[in-house]
Each structure stands twice: as structure tokens, then as C-alpha cells.
């Protein structure tokens, strides 16, 4: 083993679980759906990013749960949510930043930070417009793969405005916008527009500085991540991976303070539960 | 909280809080009538004196409105959708007649929608004022002759001062009492935990006020022989807002990591504090009590000269409150379509933050199904003032 | 012979009725897919092949449903809120209640004896209670959506739903499964809550016996069992309730040439 | 009562003469610094109309403001700036449109927000608040807009009248309804002073409650021209037309435009015009503001042949003799009698009808006099006030009176993220369809 000691974070999302092993430095960085039959796998998600850095379950020093299925992960030593998570984790890769602009898959987030730490934060409501789930059922719907809408959005000629606030009702508009002639392009931008208004005065609560970063799977839509920046009349930052950034937050906290612990001199005390399925959900 | 004696009163308190209004049940058995009520402005005194059980409506947050809302519209704040939703269900049927205190537009807006359909024998409508000065003092006892008024009618027995009187002494007590047992959270940790204390509250505002007061004196017995593990190194909130009744917030704040050690909610906090005068005219130390004395967003408080003024008036209590009890940060939770401590929201939290205290502010529901959510905003909160 | 042809384009799915003499002799249903306009000819053309009829031979058509202005061939159009009150006049003329559960809406719809509307209301700018909530769940669960009706019916457990969103619903659906719920007691789950949602648009508006379920939903016996029983009520189904306000669009159309 | 983007037809002449009402009144309070007058940010239906004319102070309707800027279709960035800081958007949004708009005011240092509808409104000197029973942002609005104008006096005065109670007689609590009245005005009065620096001058004060007086009856006069079929005014037009009655209380102008209203009506029903022709149904407004982005809906109905006769909204003000008003000198008095019987005279008409309410006796009476075939509601989300309650209306009308048919239409006042235009015209559609049964059935 030497002297190198092992974190891991874990964030198990509505639709993604991402894994992420620092060192000194991001050892591995591994991500896997959370689909209906993963659920109960993120042990797997664990065991692939493990095996990808040469490690065994047991060489790692701590492990932090985040995310929306954080509560029951056996195997994890701590739970922190993935609004601290995510402001450590990006902090971490881009310092400037003070707003941050989180859009996963059942939450959208704003969160402002000072010197990495947290210092105010919003929620959307339990409302599926304006998350990302919203991209999804339309990419299904546009039949455009998620990872497409970004670039497909670029060439629009407009944003096809989007009455509906509802993603049911908005996914029936979009499909027959669809069925009337309208392009596809101008369509998705439509929706990222949507998006972008419902997050903005959603954000906007917090008294918003910059830099400002979007992360979380909605950062990976070029397209979203252009009508946000419309939206906050500023450019925003995107991190190199933007759905890591959860668990390299969590990674790094738990690094943060199984170091600490040491300095105190106590030895960081890892869970007896080995790695095993998760039971998620409350 | 493990490893801390144990207590006959908290068992009890815990039984009537899981089966709310059993005593009433009990009482009424015994032919006693009971008169249920909503909102911190009921003044309870006078129910005391007349005789009745009074009961405090509460809603039951862990179940969906499934027929309050063939009959109220959803624009009305959660919390009375809820409560109202119990009452249709039949969630208090041991009730007599109801008292409805004008408070809020969702409460003045509803009251031909509770009246026509729970058909009480009893109802009456309290049309307590909005703002302080001397004429409405006036007007406040007014009113309350008025109430009284309606009450003598309808149990065909007088009500006289000197039974206000009465009345007024034993909940001026059972109100120090409480004091009492708030006191024992202010050490750190606190020997009463908040799950615990909502507990205690609920109890409270569903039996007759001797039995609360006998209550609150076991109890604060039984928690003074507790001596607190060391463990001081947890987080030390206070919860601000209308009416929470329930476990689930407070649960939300103890499980993960934190002590819930103060209030200022209409259940709690908010009622406890302020007396009744005993004046010559019962009525005046009760009118004053509910106008000037109770801090809700309700009563316009505070015709200060400046806007300083008014905001001391208004939340000064607060500040003292966060001081007392060595308060690290403040949760506001308040319920969608409140418009009362909604439009109070940005001036109270840039008063608490100004004296150094972060605050959360929550915007939510009245149901545990919005519950995860707020928890992760708890839990974050938590770990942003860590 | 005078024939005449109903067409219901309704979010979800399209339906053409034909009927001759107040009688129906065809019908036709189909998703509705993107584009209203081919799908409305699609359908008739579905409902007219059956009896080897082609739209030459329609004396009056009557379009309702969502998209019935796209009906270019249509001579009126009608709302679908009086279609769906002509045609349960004409199944079971004893009910003055409906209950119409399509894709997007679900309303009740009090009509008199005359089978003309009397006061009708409909849910609001959420999803939550309308017929779309069953095929979200249908497609987790991976069974077609007429099978629900059959599986739902086996349920012990109903879970219960924390969440009124759709959307949400899913992934609830979702987690429910991993922690080991059945289907059937997730759909079960799903009725209740699409029931509740339901009868409180009866009760604001008023339960007049008797009363009946159309639309798409209807189709599904376990949530109207569950919708009868929240009611204290018998609910008449029809064997195609579907179709329902397409028939209604068709007899309106007779009227009209019998004038 | 504004002028909204795609310009709603107006069927009376004397309706579009509102907008330079509106504009009027917006600019009165520009101008109020060089006249040297005192603006007060109040409310409308507060009882404090004559107080504010008899001592020239300009009052800065929010309402009026939050309206327009809906019906420009350009509320949205308050909206936003008021959710910025936490006010809720179940809020009302009159409200939180306005207090965002004195928001950005005040971060720029006092200079009009960019692009304010018709020039903006001018920031206050004084808030004028009232605990009534109408709602609670007639508190809450000026306590939370202090938080940002914090050098701005504000005053609540509370004016309450008996609630209903089918047990109780009203008229047995009245006196001590209008005392307090009185003395909470009187309370207005001192604090006026105090900011103006001006005395009361009290027979001016008795000289604009005799004009309001009389406009409220010449304001029913005219209105009830309208009973007419066909009806020569709609409710679409009312929108417009409340506005004299509503925020020019006790001035001239607003009694001289009705008389020109009622001599235009008088000539419409002499030439038999009407507003649908043909006028197929006649539908009460029962209850509810309405969507002033959404005004064209009223034409909407109209192209249908439907009409809306009368209105409960905005029509504040009965005949006075029917109000039955003890006689007094005191101006003040005067008022809170007024006030006190106004809300309450359909007490007694609803105690007769078991299992009615004050309300629904009011919506029966309109239904009758009007000649209504059916009812329509609208439900704002943002507002409790007007619109909590319409369910059990609706329920009990059909209970303890017929089963007319009932239009229920969600939406709100302001915020138009909620509206769906095709949505609500095949509403409307279906309602008529409705009627037309409705109809069929009554002639059988
Ligand atoms: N490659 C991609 N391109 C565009 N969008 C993506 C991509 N991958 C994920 N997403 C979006 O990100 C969301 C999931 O984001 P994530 O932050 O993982 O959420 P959660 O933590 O809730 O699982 C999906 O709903 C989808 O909209
Ligand atoms: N066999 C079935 N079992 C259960 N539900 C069904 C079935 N067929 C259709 N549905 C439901 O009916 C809805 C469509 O109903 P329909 O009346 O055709 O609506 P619309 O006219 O709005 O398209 C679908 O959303 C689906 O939920
Ligand atoms: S929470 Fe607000 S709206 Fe609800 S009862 Fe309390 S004061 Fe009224
Ligand atoms: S409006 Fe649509 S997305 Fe929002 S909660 Fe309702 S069903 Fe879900
Ligand atoms: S009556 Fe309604 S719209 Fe008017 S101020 Fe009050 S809450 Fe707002």
C-alpha cells in the first residue's frame, strides 16, 4: 500500500451514479446509469472504477456518499449532499468560480460559494420542468440522442417558443410543432430556452457573482449551457467533465477529513460494511 | 436522545401526540363539550373559562389531501388545505363547534367553506383586528363580548369575569411552565431534544390547561434528572414559521446532526412567551395580550418612526430568542400561499443575518412527500454552517 | 343509405366512428401521433375501409378532440365535451355523470337527459391526474398498456405515491420496483392517486347518478373499480369507451343532415 | 382598465377615453414634486379615497401600476426581481410586480426603471395600508415595500365590518363597527396631516363625500342600463369603466365621465345596439379579477354571442338609499357607515334562504335583475382574496338556487406564465356549448 492513501466518491443520481478515486491526484473517474435495473448497483459502478485503478475495496481510506440516493450505500462512511459536494468538487477545478449553476437529472440547483465553502443555495420545486429529465423525454421524444440535443440546437434559426410549462404537456407541443414543419434545431433550442428561464429565475435568488459554472449532466448540452450564459448575460464556465463534479466533491471532502483526522491523530475509522448492493431510496 | 432516564409525561405527551385528541375523545365521553379552534389568535382563556375542551386543528403531515379539495380551492396555504382535509374526514369528530379567528386570508377566505360543510352546532368567526393602536383594543374586546356572547348561547351557562379571571391565571402558569421546560434547552447539549418538544407542544394544545400544566411539570421533572452525554459539538438551530405540528422537520434537523433547541412557530415560541395581564377588565389584558403582545406577521406591529423601529418590533424577539438559546443558524419554513409571513420573508432574513445568524429559507408544502427534498436543503444548510 | 363519420383527434390517440341511421357500423382508433392532419385521415380511412366505403360517400363529418381543426374534410366542428355527451346519451342514457380520462385532461361532464351538457370541469396545467400517467408507468413497468388493466387487478399492496408529478412518478415507479414492490401493486399505487385526483373534479362539480367512464382510461377496469369505489358508486363502463366522443361527433353529424 | 398590447376593441366610445384616465393618474404621480403635493402609495376599495382627494394627496395605485404592466405584457422582469429576493410567486402579484419595480428604482438610485409602462409611477412619500377584511397584502404589501423605501412612513388603518354568520344579526354589532371605523379613519386623517403638513380641511372633505355620493349612484344608474337586451355594455368594457369609480373616487372627472357613460348607453339602447349580435346568452362575472393580459378573452366569448351584462367585480358601490345610512355630520362617520352597510346588505337577504351566503344572494339578485343564463368565475392563483371561496359559491348557487350552467377559468391577474390561450378558448367553446343546452332545454 505505502504511504498513498485512497478517496472515493460516490454520487449516486436520479439517472447517473459517478464514482470518482483521488489520490494525490484523480486517480479514476467512472459513470454508469442509474437506470431501473442499476439501481441496486452501484457497488458495480464502485467495483469497475476500483479495478480501473488497480485498487481493492479494502486500500481505500474513506468513502463519501452523495447524490439523491445517498442515504443507504452500505459501503460508504459518510453522507454529504451533492450541494456541498458539488461546490467542493468544482472548486477544485475552476477556483473563480462563485455561482453555480447545477442541472441534474430531478434537481436544478443554484449554489453560491466563497473559498470553496457554500454560502447560500436553491432548489427547484418537485416539478419536472426545468431538470434534466426534461431533456431527456424530448430527445426521446425528438427521437435525437441525449448527447446530440447540444449540437443539434446550434443550427436552429430560432428558438420555437414553448407555451407549456409542464413537461408532459411540453413534449406533446414539441411533437407536434414537429408534425407542423418546424425544425427539429429550433425545437430543441425552444426547450433549452425553456429550461434556461425556468433555472434563471430559479438562481436568481441567490445574489448571483461571478464566475459562474454549470455542472451536472445538463452542463454536457452545449446548447443549454449557450441559452444559460443568454440568460445571465455572462459566458458561463463548464468544467472538462461536468458530471464528476458531485463526486470529486465528495471525494475530496472525505480526503479533507480523514487528513484532518490524522493531524489530530486519530486514524480515520472506515465502515465494517464491505462492498455490497445498495438498498436506495427512501 | 440514548442513554438519557426516561419519562412517564414524555410517553404520555407521545401517546397524545400519535393519537391526536384522544383526551378530547375521552373528555367529551365524560360529557364535557369541546370546542376546537385554529390559529395562535383563539384566545383560549375564554374557552377555559367557559368550560369546554378546547383543541388546537392541526393537519396530518404525512397524509395526502384526498377530499379537502373537492371543496378548497389549492390557492390556500397547505396547512389549512390539510387541517381542513382532516376535519371533512372526520379527524375530529369529537368537536361541538369550532372557533375560526380571522388571521389570514386563508383562513377569513375559507370560512364559509369549513362552516357549510362540517355543520357544527357551534361556529363562530373571531374578527380579530389587523393593526394595534387604542381603538382597536377597544374594538378587540368588542368582539370578544361578542364571542362570549355566542358561547353563553350555545351552552346555556354564564360566563363570568371571575372565571375568565381564573382562566387566565392557569394559562399565564401553564405558559411559565413551558418557559420552564425551553429553559432545559439551553444547555448544549439541550436535556429535550426538538423531536421530543414537538411532541410535548402538540400534546399540549389538545387537552384542558391543568392537564397540560401537570404534564409539563412531570416532564420537566423527569428531563432535569437527564444528564446530557458530552456531545457539544453539534450545530444549534431554530426553526421559524406558522403553524408546524408535526415530527417530520424536526426529525429532519436531529437526524442529521443537529439539535433543534429553539422556535418561534404559533405552537410553540410565539404563544408561550407572552401573558395575559391580569387587569381589572379581564378583557383588556386579553385583548392586549393577542393584538400587541403575540408576534405574528399577522398583527401589523410596529408604528415606529423608522424603519428600524418597526423592524425591533417586529422580530426583536427573535434576536433575543437566538441569543438565549445560543442559536447557530435559522430555518424559516413557510407554506406556499401564505401571504402573511410570505411578504415577511427578505426583511426577517436580512434581520436574523445581520446579527450574524445564517438563515434557510423554505418555501414547501405541508406533506412528508416533499420531504426528501427538504431534507437534502437541511442537510446542506447544515453543512454550509459547519 | 346515408352514411356520416365522426373523428375524434385526441392528443394521445384518433378515433372515426361511422354511422348510419343513428346506428354505428364501423369504427377506427389509433395514436395520434405528430401530425393531426394525416392521422385524421388515416383513421377515417380505417373506419371507411371496413365498410368499403370511401369520405365520397360521407353525407356530414363532425370533428372534435385536441386537434380536430386540423380536420381539413370536416363540415363543423364540435368540442369534444359535448361529443362525449352525445355519444354515453347514446350507450347508457340513464347517466347524467362522466368521467372522461383522455391523454391529457381528465374532466366530468354532467349532461342532462337529453345527452346536452350541463356544467363541466377539467384538470389543470399538470399532468398529474390525466390518462398520460398510465402509459409513463405501462412503459416502466415494459407491458403494453392494455395489460394494465387485467395485472392491476391482482394487486395486495397498493404502494403509495409521494408524488403527484408524472414525471417523478417514473422514477418513484422506478425505485419502488428496485426495492421489490410488484407491478400490480404499483399500478394499484397509481390508481389511487390518479382516483383521488379525480374525485375531487366529481365532487366540485357534483355526483348525479348515474355515472359512467369513457375515454382511453376507461379502458383500464382496475382504476375505474378504484374510481367507483372512492364514489361509493356503480360506474358504467362501455365496451369501447374510447371511442366515445368520435360516436357523439358522428350522431351530431346525423342530426344535422336530418334537419 | 389599461390599454393592453393587441388593443381590445372597445364597444362603448366612453371606455376608450380610459387609458388617459390610467395615464392620468400615473403621471399625477410625476408631477406631484413640482405641484407640491405628497404621493401616497395606497389601495383601491380602502375606504381612504376621500381622505386623500380632500387633502390633495396623489395617490399611487399599485394596482393599477401591476395592471398595466400585465396588460402590456411586460410584468415579467418585476416579477422576477421580486422573486430575486425571496417573495414567493404564489404571492400576490400585483404586489410583488410593483414592489419589484420600486426595487430596481432604488438600485438605480432613484431613476426610472427602463421602458416602465406609460412612464412609470412616482415613488411615494407616504404608504397608505388597510388591515380590512379584504386581504392581507393591504398590510403586508406596504410593510414589505418599507424594506426597501425605508425612509417612507407607513400607516395601517383597520376597517372591519361584521363577518356573516346565518346565527347572528349583523345589525346588532354595527355601531360599534362603524366607531371603530370612524376612529381608525380619523387616525388616517392625523397621520395625513402629519406627513403633508396640512390641516384637514373638514368642509372640503364633506363636499367630496357628497360627490362620491352621488357618484355611487349615478354609477348604479348607469350600470344598470346595461340590464337592456340587447345589453348596450360588457364586462369587458366594465374592466375599462370601473376605473373612474375605482381610483378617481371624489373628484369631478370620475362623475362627469359617467355621465357621458349613461347618456352613451341610453343612445345605444335606443338604437337597439348591443355588444354580440346577435346576443345569444347573458353570463354574469361572478367573481374574480381578471387576467388583464387575457382582456380579449371578453371579445372571445362576444364573437360567440355571449355577453356579460353585470359583474361583481369592481362594481364597489351600491345606491345609497338602499344602504339606508343613519344621518350624520361627521364626514368620517359618514364613510364608515357606508363602508359597513356596503359589505354587509346582503346580509339579511341571504338569512332568509337557508344554506345561502351574502355572496351567492349577490350573484342571485345580478342573475335575476340581468336576465343571466349561466356564471363565470375566474380563479387567480396569486390572489386569495377574491378567489378562495369560488368553489363553495358556485356550489351553494347551485344548491339553494339553480343548476345554471357554471364556468370556473384558472389563471391569475398578472402572471402570465399559466395562460394558455388555445386552452382557454376551448373552455370557452365547450361552455357555450353548454349554454346552447342550457338554453335548449329552458325553452321546452
Ligand atoms: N452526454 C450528455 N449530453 C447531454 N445531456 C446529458 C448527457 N448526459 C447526461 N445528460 C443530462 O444530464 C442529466 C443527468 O444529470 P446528472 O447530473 O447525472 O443527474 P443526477 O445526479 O440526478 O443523476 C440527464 O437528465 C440528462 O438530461
Ligand atoms: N387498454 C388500455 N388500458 C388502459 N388505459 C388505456 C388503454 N388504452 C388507452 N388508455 C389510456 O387512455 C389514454 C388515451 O385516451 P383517449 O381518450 O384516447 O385520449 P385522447 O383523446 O386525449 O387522446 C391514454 O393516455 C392511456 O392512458
Ligand atoms: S401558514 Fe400563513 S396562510 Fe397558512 S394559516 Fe398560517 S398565516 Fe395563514
Ligand atoms: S406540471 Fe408536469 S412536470 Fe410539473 S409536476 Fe405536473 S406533471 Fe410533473
Ligand atoms: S385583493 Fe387580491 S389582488 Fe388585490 S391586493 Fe389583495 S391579494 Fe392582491
Known amino acids: 500500500m505505502g504511504d498513498i492513501r485512497y478517496y472515493a466518491g460516490v454520487d449516486i443520481g436520479s439517472t447517473m451514479t459517478k464514482v470518482v478515486i483521488v489520490s494525490d491526484r484523480i486517480e479514476t473517474a467512472l459513470i454508469g446509469p442509474t437506470g431501473p435495473e442499476h439501481r441496486k448497483l452501484a457497488n458495480k459502478v464502485m467495483e469497475d472504477a476500483l479495478s480501473q485503478a488497480n485498487l481493492k475495496f479494502e486500500e481505500l481510506s474513506y468513502v ?154 445538463g452542463a454536457k448540452n452545449i446548447g443549454l449551457v449557450k441559452a444559460l450564459g443568454a440568460k445571465f448575460g455572462s459566458p458561463v464556465l463548464v468544467p472538462p467533465e461536468p458530471l464528476i463534479t458531485g463526486a470529486l466533491g465528495a471525494a475530496l471532502l472525505g480526503k479533507e477529513k480523514c487528513e484532518k483526522a490524522i493531524l489530530d491523530g486519530y486514524s480515520p475509522t472506515r465502515s465494517k460494511e464491505g462492498l455490497r448492493e445498495a438498498k436506495l431510496f427512501l | ?184 434547552r439551553k444547555s448544549n447539549p439541550p436535556l429535550i431534544s426538538g423531536v421530543e418538544m414537538m411532541k410535548v407542544l402538540v400534546a ?183 | ?245 368520435a360516436l357523439g361527433a358522428a350522431l351530431l353529424a346525423s342530426e344535422r343532415i336530418s334537419r | 382598465m389599461a390599454e393592453e398590447k393587441k388593443g381590445r376593441a372597445v364597444a362603448t366610445q366612453t371606455a376608450a377615453r380610459i387609458p388617459k384616465f390610467v395615464r392620468g393618474n400615473l403621471s399625477a404621480t410625476l408631477k406631484a414634486k413640482e405641484e407640491e403635493k405628497k404621493v401616497a402609495k395606497a389601495f383601491i376599495a380602502d375606504g381612504q379615497d376621500e381622505i386623500m382627494r380632500a387633502m390633495d394627496i396623489v395617490p399611487a395605485w399599485g394596482e393599477s401600476f401591476s395592471g398595466v404592466c400585465a396588460a402590456k405584457r411586460d410584468a415579467e422582469k418585476y416579477l422576477q426581481k421580486a422573486e430575486s429576493d425571496n417573495f414567493s410567486r404564489s404571492l400576490c402579484t400585483y404586489a410583488t410586480c410593483h414592489i419589484g419595480f420600486e426595487m430596481i428604482r432604488e438600485e438605480q438610485g432613484g431613476a426610472m426603471p427602463e421602458g416602465a409602462p406609460w412612464g412609470g409611477m412616482g415613488r411615494p412619500d407616504m404608504i397608505l395600508g388597510n388591515g380590512q377584511l379584504l386581504c392581507d397584502p393591504r398590510f403586508k404589501w406596504p410593510q414589505a415595500l418599507q424594506h426597501y423605501l425605508k425612509d417612507v412612513p407607513v400607516f395601517i388603518t383597520n376597517m372591519y365590518y361584521p363577518p356573516w354568520d346565518p346565527n347572528t344579526d349583523h345589525h346588532e354589532q354595527e355601531k360599534f363597527y362603524v366607531k371603530y371605523c370612524t376612529e381608525e379613519l380619523r387616525e388616517t386623517v392625523k397621520f395625513c396631516e402629519k406627513v403633508t403638513g396640512k390641516k384637514m380641511d373638514w368642509d372640503r372633505l364633506a363636499a367630496v363625500v357628497e360627490l362620491s355620493d352621488k357618484t355611487w349612484d349615478l354609477f348604479v344608474d348607469t350600470y344598470d342600463l346595461r340590464k337592456a337586451i340587447p345589453t348596450p355594455m360588457d364586462t369587458g368594457d366594465a374592466m375599462n369603466t370601473m376605473v373612474p369609480l375605482t381610483f378617481n373616487l371624489g373628484t369631478q372627472e370620475a362623475y362627469d365621465f359617467y355621465v357621458e357613460l349613461n347618456s352613451e348607453l341610453k343612445q345605444k339602447i335606443a338604437g337597439g345596439i348591443g355588444v354580440a349580435d346577435p346576443e345569444k346568452y347573458r353570463l354574469i362575472w361572478a367573481a374574480g379579477l381578471p387576467s388583464w393580459f387575457a382582456l380579449n378573452d371578453f371579445q372571445y366569448f362576444n364573437s360567440k354571442g355571449a355577453v356579460f351584462p353585470v359583474e361583481v367585480t369592481y362594481r364597489g358601490c351600491e345606491k345609497i338609499e338602499r344602504l339606508d345610512l343613519p344621518k350624520t355630520n361627521d364626514p368620517l362617520e359618514h364613510i364608515a357607515w357606508r363602508w359597513v352597510r356596503y359589505w354587509t346588505h346582503w346580509y339579511d337577504a341571504a338569512r332568509k334562504r337557508h344554506g345561502s351566503t351574502p355572496k351567492v344572494e349577490r350573484i342571485i339578485e345580478y342573475i335575476e335583475d340581468y336576465k343571466c343564463d349561466g356564471a363565470v368565475f375566474h380563479s387567480a392563483f396569486s390572489c386569495r382574496s377574491w378567489h378562495a371561496g369560488i368553489i363553495n359559491q358556485a356550489d351553494v348557487l347551485r344548491k339553494v338556487y339553480k343548476d345554471i350552467p357554471i364556468l370556473i377559468m384558472e389563471g391569475d391577474i398578472v402572471d402570465i406564465s399559466s395562460y394558455n390561450e388555445a386552452d382557454t378558448h376551448n373552455r370557452i367553446d365547450a361552455f357555450i356549448e353548454t349554454l346552447e343546452a342550457y338554453k335548449g332545454k329552458q325553452k321546452k
Not at chain 1, 152 to 171: G, K, M, N
Not at chain 2, 273 to 298: F, N
Not at chain 3, 137 to 165: D, Q, Y
Open chain 1, 64 to 217: 463519501v456518499a452523495t447524490g439523491y440516493g445517498r442515504i443507504n450505500v452500505p459501503f460508504a462512511d459518510r453522507q454529504i449532499t451533492e450541494i456541498t459536494c458539488h461546490a467542493k468538487g468544482l472548486h477544485s477545478i475552476l477556483p473563480t468560480v462563485k455561482t453555480i449553476i447545477d442541472i441534474g437529472g430531478q434537481d436544478s440547483k443554484g449554489i453560491r460559494i466563497k473559498d470553496g465553502k457554500v454560502i447560500n443555495f436553491v432548489m427547484n420545486d418537485k416539478c419536472a420542468a426545468g431538470t434534466g429529465r426534461f431533456l431527456e423525454v424530448v430527445a426521446d421524444s425528438l427521437g435525437v440522442a441525449l448527447e446530440k440535443l447540444g449540437e443539434v440546437s446550434l443550427h436552429a434559426s430560432r428558438a420555437t417558443p414553448i407555451s407549456s410549462t409542464c413537461t408532459v404537456f411540453a413534449e406533446h407541443e414539441v411533437v407536434n410543432q414537429l408534425a407542423n414543419g418546424e425544425p427539429v434545431a429550433n425545437l430543441v433550442a425552444g426547450v433549452h430556452e425553456s429550461i434556461a428561464t425556468r433555472v434563471y429565475s430559479l438562481v436568481r435568488k441567490l445574489q448571483i457573482e461571478k464566475d459562474i459554472a454549470v455542472t451536472g449532466g
Open chain 2, 1 to 184: 436522545m440514548t442513554g438519557l432516564a426516561n419519562s412517564k409525561g414524555l410517553e404520555t405527551a407521545e401517546k397524545y401526540y400519535t393519537q391526536y385528541g384522544a383526551r378530547a375523545t375521552e373528555l367529551k365521553k365524560e360529557g364535557r363539550k369541546v370546542i376546537g379552534y385554529m390559529s395562535a389568535l383563539a384566545p383560549v382563556e375564554i374557552l377555559t373559562a367557559a368550560g369546554v375542551v378546547p383543541v388546537r386543528l392541526k393537519g396530518f403531515v404525512d397524509e395526502a389531501i384526498t377530499k379537502g379539495d373537492a371543496y378548497m380551492e389549492s390557492i390556500i396555504c397547505p396547512f389549512v388545505r390539510n387541517a381542513f382535509d382532516a376535519a371533512i374526514k372526520g379527524r375530529f369528530s369529537f368537536m361541538d363547534g369550532m372557533v375560526l379567528p380571522h388571521q389570514c386570508d386563508s383562513i377569513d377566505r375559507t370560512n364559509d367553506v369549513w362552516s357549510s360543510y362540517l355543520n357544527l352546532p357551534y361556529w363562530h368567526f373571531l374578527n380579530v383586528p389587523h393593526v394595534t393602536d387604542d381603538p382597536s383594543i377597544e374594538f378587540m374586546k368588542e368582539i370578544l363580548r361578542v364571542f362570549i356572547g355566542t358561547l353563553e348561547k350555545f351552552l346555556g351557562t354564564k360566563i363570568t369575569d371571575a372565571a375568565i379571571a381564573q382562566a387566565i391565571k392557569a394559562h399565564n402558569e401553564n405558559r411559565r411552565l413551558m418557559r420552564g421546560l425551553y429553559d432545559l
Open chain 2, 204 to 386: 399540549a394544545m389538545s387537552i384542558p390547561v391543568d392537564e397540560s400544566s401537570a404534564l409539563i411539570r412531570g416532564i420537566t421533572e423527569d428531563v432535569k434528572k437527564r444528564t446530557a452525554p458530552a456531545d457539544g459539538n453539534r450545530k444549534r438551530i431554530m426553526i421559524i414559521g406558522d403553524q408546524i405540528d408535526h415530527t417530520a422537520i424536526p426529525e429532519s434537523i436531529e437526524n442529521t446532526g443537529a439539535w433543534l433547541v429553539a422556535d418561534d412557530l404559533s405552537i410553540g415560541g410565539k404563544i408561550y412567551w407572552p401573558e395575559v395581564d391580569e387587569t381589572a377588565d379581564p378583557l383588556q389584558g386579553i385583548a392586549e395580550r393577542y393584538l400587541r403582545k403575540l408576534k405574528i406577521p399577522t398583527t401589523f406591529v410596529g408604528d415606529g418612526n423608522t424603519y428600524e423601529e418597526n423592524l425591533e418590533a417586529r422580530f426583536g424577539h427573535l434576536k433575543q430568542r437566538i441569543a438565549e438559546f445560543k442559536v447557530d443558524g435559522a430555518i424559516l419554513f413557510i407554506y406556499k400561499y401564505c401571504d402573511p409571513y410570505g411578504f415577511e420573508v427578505p426583511a426577517m432574513k436580512s434581520y436574523i443575518e445581520s446579527g450574524g445568524t445564517p438563515v434557510l429559507y423554505l418555501e414547501d408544502e405541508y406533506s412528508t412527500s416533499t420531504l426528501a427534498r427538504v431534507k437534502t436543503r437541511i442537510e446542506a444548510f447544515l453543512e454550509m454552517i459547519a
Open chain 3, 1 to 245: 343509405m346515408v352514411f356520416v363519420l365522426g373523428i375524434d383527434v385526441g392528443s394521445g390517440y384518433s378515433k372515426a366512428v361511422v354511422c348510419e341511421g343513428g346506428m354505428v357500423k364501423s369504427h377506427a382508433v389509433m395514436p395520434s401521433g405528430g401530425n393531426y392532419k394525416d392521422t385524421a385521415r388515416a383513421v377515417s380511412e380505417k373506419a371507411l375501409q371496413k365498410m368499403n366505403l370511401s369520405q365520397g360517400d360521407i353525407r356530414y363529418t363532425v370533428a372534435t378532440g385536441y386537434g380536430a381543426g386540423t380536420v381539413d374534410f370536416a363540415n363543423e366542428t364540435v368540442t369534444d365535451i359535448s361529443c362525449h355527451g352525445a355519444g354515453i346519451q347514446h350507450i347508457f342514457p340513464a347517466v347524467r355523470t362522466l368521467i372522461d380520462i383522455g391523454s391529457q385532461f381528465s374532466r366530468v361532464i354532467r349532461v342532462n337527459d337529453e345527452g346536452k351538457v350541463k356544467s363541466f370541469i377539467m384538470n389543470e396545467k399538470c399532468a398529474g391526474g390525466s390518462g398520460k400517467f398510465l402509459q409513463i408507468i405501462a412503459r416502466i413497468l415494459k407491458i403494453g398498456i392494455e395489460e394494465i388493466s387485467a395485472l392491476s387487478l391482482t394487486a395486495t399492496k397498493p404502494v403509495e405515491f409521494t408524488t403527484g408529478c408524472a414525471v417523478f412518478a417514473e422514477s418513484e415507479a422506478v425505485s419502488r420496483i428496485s426495492e421489490g414492490a410488484l407491478p400490480a401493486d404499483i399500478l394499484a399505487g397509481i390508481h389511487n392517486a390518479m382516483a383521488s385526483k379525480i374525485v375531487t373534479l366529481v365532487t366540485r362539480i357534483g355526483l348525479e347518478e348515474r355515472c359512467a367512464i369513457t375515454g382511453g382510461g376507461a379502458k383500464d377496469m382496475g382504476l375505474a373499480r378504484t374510481i367507483g369505489a372512492e364514489l361509493s358508486t356503480e360506474v358504467l363502463v362501455a365496451d369501447e369507451p374510447q371511442i366515445t366522443a
